[in-house]
């Protein structure tokens, strides 16, 4: 049975000041965007994929350290992340990798180990397909065994900096603005002990400056190693689980620890991917923490500084029969235009669709439309939810690979039809998603900006997979990149809405979606057959309200908070 991959994405973003209209990306960045875009007419399109790593340069390979998979610390894989990190108009990017540690660290400890390890990998996107590796030149290459990565301008200052979490050890680079960037992880009081995993940006109290949430993993023991031989190594629950971390912007650099005080450091789980979105139209971002083999949680923003709890409360904590799932990768999005954000969740089991009822509380709607059905012979990992053919509908992409053994897998995409159902489309989305491969995390961008959002693929010990959309007979789009002005540079927790004709599309601007990974920071909207956009309306984390009006499509508008 051919698996199913469920890719979902809303986010818009436009930038104008005050009476000004949105402004286009430079031709030099956009390339043929405009031109190459199609109307959507009476044929349907149709969505395909092609692998582009050879024409594009990227020759990432990943490694989890040893001679033969086997402990949960190499399992888990990494994560990737597109930024602008040079605000040159075209995503970057950025791969974190495993390396061989102490051989006691490694139940199969590598008998040579390879000169120089294996490392993190930088890719600058050169504007024609291709990629430069300038790693060494970034000073992004950490002596660490690196998980999941992270990206927001945390100081204002217009560049785009970076947070890589791993074992043993979290480092916070600040982009010096000049190609180069620098560990500042100890100036700027970020301290976190343990396993640290996914990470997200959110400004929590509305003060203009992004704070930090990192989870955290499991104690994890290397030298426990007792386990039935047909598992092959201890699982989650063999270890002790952790709790998460909460660090407040100072707004001068500087963090200060407020796990305890917001309540976030109650609660102990075993922290897969993290999300942040206002679910409840509050106003506020909320957290959403998926878990391996823990119920989840969803954290409440009450407004004070303080998070409660209330995953078991919205439906959202376990899986579809009460289980506590291995979840993975949690994506918001809103699945059928409503103006409300759902909730997508990959899982070791049947994934969750989450549809919120708008009540404080979620249905899972994964049993009723196939998507469950479809992906239950699966392990589902990294994931993304856009409208991959522009047909104004979210898709849903998924990457699946074995759990505990490196067993290959294919992957499956689900196309939308609108009003909450999919239709299983992967045999016809190009051979790439037929190739079987252990696939970890996954990061999702229109990299050519030709209107169609592209993804990278981290595969668990082997080569990544850049897949570029091919698709035919595509409608009308836009990208929409904020920048925040009393709200933070990024406007992470901007709540945008498109509007033309008798539909609406809303999107959140996040940092930090699926599994260990982070999206491009631009809102992308498919708008099927619509040749203009009556208006854009833009609720910032500050609380304005912005409307830009009468815009044309096809191309890649910069929305700024008025001052």
């Not at 309200?545 to 508008?557: F, G, I, M």
Request: charged share 20%.
């Amino acid at each position: 049975m051919r698996a199913s991959f469920l890719l979902l994405l809303g986010a818009i973003s436009i930038a104008a000041a005050p009476g000004a209209l949105a402004q286009a990306t430079p031709p030099a960045a956009a390339g043929q965007a405009a031109a190459s875009a199609k109307p959507a007419d009476a044929q349907a399109p149709t969505i395909r994929f092609e692998d582009a790593g050879d024409k594009a340069g990227i020759d990432f390979v990943h490694s989890y350290g040893s001679a033969q998979l086997g402990s949960l610390l190499e399992g888990t894989g990494a994560g990737c992340v597109w930024l602008d990190y040079n605000n040159d108009g075209l995503p970057d990017l950025y791969v974190v990798n495993g390396r061989p540690l102490d051989d006691s660290m490694h139940p199969h400890p590598l008998k040579v180990k390879p000169n120089p390890p294996p490392h993190n990998h930088l890719y600058r996107n050169d504007g024609n397909g291709h990629f430069t590796d300038v790693t060494e030149k970034a000073g992004l290459n950490p002596d660490m065994y690196s998980v999941a990565v992270t990206a927001a301008d945390y100081d204002n200052d217009g560049f785009e900096d970076l947070l890589v979490t791993g074992y043993g050890k979290t480092i916070l680079y600040h982009n010096d603005g000049n190609g180069h960037f620098t560990d500042v992880t100890e100036k700027a009081g970020i301290k976190v002990d343990g396993w640290a995993i996914s990470s997200t940006w959110l400004d929590y109290d509305k003060d203009g400056c992004v704070d930090l949430f990192v989870g955290r993993y499991v104690k994890f023991d290397p030298q426990y190693h007792a386990f039935y031989a047909a598992d092959n190594y201890p699982g989650p629950l063999d270890y002790e689980g952790e709790t998460n971390k909460l660090y407040h912007n100072n707004c001068d650099g500087t963090f200060t620890d407020v796990s305890e005080k917001s309540g976030i450091a109650a609660f102990v789980g075993r922290t897969m991917g993290v999300t942040a979105a206002d679910f409840d139209g509050d106003g506020w971002d909320d957290i959403y923490v998926a878990n391996d083999r823990t119920e989840n949680f969803l954290f409440h923003n009450k407004h004070d500084g303080t998070f409660e709890e209330i995953g078991n409360d919205t439906g959202t904590a376990f899986g579809q029969n009460g289980e506590s799932t291995s979840s993975m990768g949690p994506v918001f999005a809103d699945l059928e235009g409503r103006g409300t954000l759902d909730l997508w969740v990959t899982d070791g089991h049947y994934n969750r669709l989450l549809r919120n009822t708008g009540k404080m509380a979620f249905d899972d709607m994964g049993a009723t439309n196939g998507v469950s059905q479809a992906n239950a012979q699966y392990v589902s990992w990294g994931t993304g939810v856009f409208d991959f053919d522009n047909d104004g509908l979210l898709d849903i992409l998924i990457f699946h690979g074995g759990l505990i053994h490196l067993i290959p897998q294919e992957h499956t995409l689900f196309r939308g039809l609108g009003g909450g159902r999919f239709a299983d489309v992967s045999e016809a989305a190009g051979a790439v998603l037929s190739v079987r491969t252990v696939a970890r995390g996954a990061c999702f961008a229109d990299y050519d900006n030709d209107g169609k959002v592209d993804a990278f693929l981290v595969n668990l010990g082997a080569r990544g997979t850049l897949l570029h959309n091919v698709s035919t007979n595509t409608g009308h789009w836009v990208a929409i990149k904020l920048k925040g002005t009393k709200s933070n540079r990024d406007g992470i927790g901007a709540r945008v809405e498109v509007y033309a004709g008798s539909k609406r599309w809303t999107a959140e601007r996040v940092a930090g979606s699926g599994y260990l990974s982070q999206n491009d920071d631009r809102l992308h909207f498919g708008l099927g057959g619509a040749e203009s956009i009556d208006k854009i309306l833009v609720h910032w984390p500050s609380g304005r309200e912005q409307t830009v009006e009468k815009q044309s499509v096809d191309r890649v508008l910069t929305i700024e908070e008025p001052k």
